[in-house]
């Protein structure tokens, strides 16, 4: 009842499994089958660009995550893990998802999106095959769909008991175990389980705990440095498959997981070139930064994750039907050192007195430093920055039903969707007193009281109404058509407690000087509610509703059986949305109007739009023995949402704000041949042009280049697999990956006045060109038992994996990347 068909990789001779009905005729070996249309389809017949990773590639890579998977593909860039777990912007073409904003990278797993985008960088189970789509997929593959899609298969049931087991072990204490097991129960009902474990201390260490003074000041606080990224998870992935006749599946699966982590992985630099002089670190190139991490606050991240879903499929004579319903619940928190510490809020309270003296001197990033009237660094080992909390909760419910169809040379779908969603977000500035911080939205408990706060509740409905038709005109010519229609809702109700007042943050523009020993600031706990700057009192509901048509119009034409010229355009959508309540306020009245910043923020941002044209050419030579691709492409964004960080007097801001016009042009290219029976080698590679034609928020900023996109991607690679004896093979595979330079916010190389009277320049703050090397190889024997050595960043490449301009803060907050790991891996099948 189990069936599945084994068809080699293009270029790479792996191994993808597929339902039995997918194989079609004209299928040889060497062919690769997608759905990126959402039906079975051979790769080098569908109009698109589309990178695939299947099972036995996974298996020589490595690859267990997008953070992972993405590095592999041109054109796609990723940050990853930073601030905690759930933090995850996917990069494909120049368009960005946006930290805080709805991704615009679409995961299907099994036929159900995602809704979360913390669902983008989880394990996801037994991978099978991997798709990464470029361009806008909303047509096919609907909501956050804008820049591409994620389209992952793992393991089915099989006709007979089976499973694997893998564990390894690496530098840094970082050691991991997955398991499977799969078969049938009966002859209708198979099973699939499977989980993992990882524990890492991580490649980063706390500078201050352990250290003599550390204990003295924090006698409570921990000794152990390896705090920074440091992790914990592990995930348990149940599937049952039933099939009650030849033409019907259901699918039922569950998922539950949880992380506990270190977080928060930023130091921050000075962008002043005026100050140079006295120290050239206040104009540091963030390329030759070096990360020192001394928070006095162990950085802490927790997500549980729990998912559920259950998928039909049938036979209805006159079409198939498949159908899902999908619930999940996804919790993400974390806490850390604050970034106050420069703006003197709490110089006045106690243990910001005390600690300040106790680690005068201490030796913190340059030019930062403690005492005698120095800057204080964000997350510094004093308590004077105060602590930050942030959570962020999501439930959600999501059903999807499609009709597909087929008549003579016209294949068709229709269908609906439905998504609900209820996502609780905060983000705390509580006073730090040397103990530790309460995980609570807002708390009064004298140990880590609530001094700032922004904190909403969010609900979305979206509806949804697509269909599709794909005509081939003749053997040679086919037409296709998709049409998506959303209605998103959305409406937020602030939080925030209108009674409550601060002990130490003020506002003296308003008239609320910053708390001293004997009087308190007595100020409000989010500027929103501020008479001065909103009369009312009280930070209203709002709602919005955002609609969008996603048309996608391809055309392919078969140059012969194993050559397609191609071309395609589509409208990219990703809704609107709402910042929190007060953010508006707060940078009018304190960058605009103090050192008229030039800075357009609004509390609801709009949403992004784009057109997308693309055009190419795909080859592939009997047996898969070499490929090759070529395409390029044009997109033009209206109001791209881009994430924006502050940092003043009023403690941390984020918000997602717009750049009106975006253009995007590039070209990709993709080869690979195999050399003999046992070598194959690879490259690919992507260049991008971008300009920011617009910018209301920022006027200034028009002709920049879109933030995080890299001027270019190359990959590199190659792979041995050769028998030494009649049962074993040796495996070898390099990869190599070039990011090309890479700016991360609209502002790069202008003057911009900050909150210090002075003026910054940010032309210091772009990534330059890294290159990073991994590598995997070993012996298998009997198809069984397997012994891998690994290493990725071989060379242990040293770049900022993130650079997060703050303009009016004069500075940068910059995260570091991951280090060389190396280690063994050991698996066996049965």
């Not at 072990?169 to 389980?193: C, E, H, K, M, R």
Request: charged share 20%.
């Amino acid at each position: 009842m189990f069936r599945s068909i084994l068809l080699a990789s293009v270029g790479f001779s792996c191994v993808a499994t597929m339902p039995a009905q997918a194989q079609e005729a004209s299928l040889q070996p060497g062919d690769i089958v997608v759905t990126a249309r959402r039906q079975n389809e051979r790769l080098l017949d569908v109009p698109a660009s589309i990178s695939v990773l299947a099972e036995q590639q996974i298996e020589r890579t490595g690859v267990r995550v997008a953070a992972d998977f993405v590095q592999l593909t041109p054109g796609v860039t990723i940050v990853a893990g930073n601030l905690e777990a759930a933090d995850t912007q996917i990069n494909i073409r120049g368009l960005n998802g946006a930290r805080d904003a709805e991704s615009n990278v679409a995961l299907v797993v099994d036929g159900v999106l995602k809704t979360n985008t913390s669902s983008l960088n989880q394990d996801q189970g037994a991978l099978q095959q991997i798709e990464v789509l470029k361009g806008p997929q909303g047509a096919y593959y609907g909501r956050n769909a804008a820049a591409g899609a994620i389209v992952i298969t793992t393991k089915k049931p099989g006709d007979r008991l089976e499973g694997s087991i893998r564990a390894s072990a690496a530098n840094d204490q970082t050691y991991s175990v997955a398991a499977l097991l799969s078969g049938p129960v009966t002859d209708t009902l198979g099973f699939v389980i499977n989980g993992d474990f990882g524990r890492s201390d991580g490649f980063y260490r706390n500078a201050l705990f352990g250290t003599a003074v550390g204990k003295a000041v924090y006698p409570s606080n921990t000794t152990d440095r390896a705090t920074m990224d440091n992790y914990r998870r592990w995930n348990i992935n149940g599937r049952l498959l039933w099939q009650p006749g030849s033409d019907t599946d259901v699918d039922l699966k569950l998922r539950y997981g949880k992380v506990k982590s270190g977080g928060v992985l930023f130091n921050a630099a000075f962008q002043i070139p005026a100050l140079s002089a006295l120290n050239p670190d206040f104009d540091i190139d963030v390329n030759k930064h070096k990360f020192i991490f001394t928070p006095n606050i162990r950085p802490r991240n927790r997500q549980e994750t729990f998912e559920s879903s259950i998928r039909l499929s049938t036979d209805l004579g006159f079409a198939r039907l498949n159908a899902y319903a999908a619930y999940n619940d996804i919790h993400n928190s974390f806490y850390g050192d604050g970034t106050s510490g420069t703006f003197a809020f709490f110089n006045n309270e106690s243990t910001c007195q005390t600690s300040s003296t106790a680690l005068a001197g201490f030796p913190v990033q340059s030019p930062f430093g403690i005492g005698g009237g120095a800057f204080l660094p964000p997350y510094s080992p004093t308590t004077c920055d105060g602590s930050q909390f942030q959570r962020r909760n999501q439930k959600d419910f999501s059903a999807e039903i499609r009709l597909v169809g087929e008549a003579d040379r016209l294949k068709w779908q229709l269908g609906g969707y439905y998504l609900h969603i209820d996502r609780d977000v905060c983000l705390n500035l509580g006073l730090d007193t040397g103990v530790g911080v309460v995980e609570k939205c807002y708390t009064t408990d004298a140990r880590n009281p609530t001094e700032a706060l922004a904190w909403d509740a969010f609900k979305t409905d979206v509806y949804a109404a697509f269909g599709s038709l794909d005509y081939k005109a003749s053997d040679a010519l086919s037409l296709a058509l998709a049409l998506r229609y959303d209605i998103e809702s959305r409406d937020v109700t602030n939080r925030v407690p209108t009674a409550a007042r601060t002990r130490w943050v003020g506002n003296v523009l308003t008239g609320f000087p910053n708390g001293t020993a004997t009087t308190s600031a007595n100020y409000y706990l989010n500027p929103g509610l501020d008479p001065a700057y909103n009369p009312s009192g009280v930070i209203a509901p709002r709602q919005a509703t955002f609609k969008q048509l996603e048309p996608k119009v391809s055309l392919s034409y078969k140059l012969s059986q194993r050559a397609t010229a191609y071309a395609n355009w589509g409208v990219g959508f990703k809704s609107g949305g709402f910042n929190n309540g007060g953010s508006q306020v707060v940078v009018e009245q304190f960058f605009n109007r103090v050192f008229n910043a030039g800075v357009n923020i609004n509390d609801t941002y709009r949403k992004e739009r784009s057109s997308s044209f693309e055009a190419g050419f795909k080859w592939g030579a009997p047996g898969g023995r070499a490929t090759f691709e070529l395409a390029g492409y044009w997109t033009d964004v209206r109001d791209m949402q881009f994430f924006e960080f502050f940092v003043g007097p009023f403690g941390l801001l984020r918000v997602v704000s717009n750049i009106d016009k975006v253009r995007v042009k590039g070209i990709e290219a993709a080869a690979s041949a195999k050399l003999g029976s046992y070598v194959t080698l690879f490259a690919s590679g992507n260049v991008i042009d971008s300009k920011i034609r617009k910018n209301g928020a920022r006027p200034y900023t028009v002709g920049n280049k879109s933030p995080y996109t890299a001027d270019y991607t190359l990959n590199v690679g190659g792979q041995v697999d050769a028998p030494v004896t009649s049962s074993a093979t040796a495996t070898l595979r390099v990869d190599y990956r070039l990011t090309g330079p890479t700016w991360f916010h609209t502002v790069q190389t202008e003057d911009v006045p900050n909150v210090f009277g002075l003026t910054g320049n940010f032309t210091n703050s772009r990534r330059d060109a890294y290159g990073v090397v991994n590598i995997r190889g070993g012996v298998t024997f009997s198809e069984r038992l397997s012994i891998t050595g690994f290493a990725t960043n071989l060379f242990n490449k040293k770049y900022p994996s993130e650079v997060i301009p703050a303009p009016e803060f004069g500075g940068d907050f910059l995260s570091a990347a991951p280090l060389r790991r190396y280690g063994l891996e050991v698996g066996y099948k049965f």
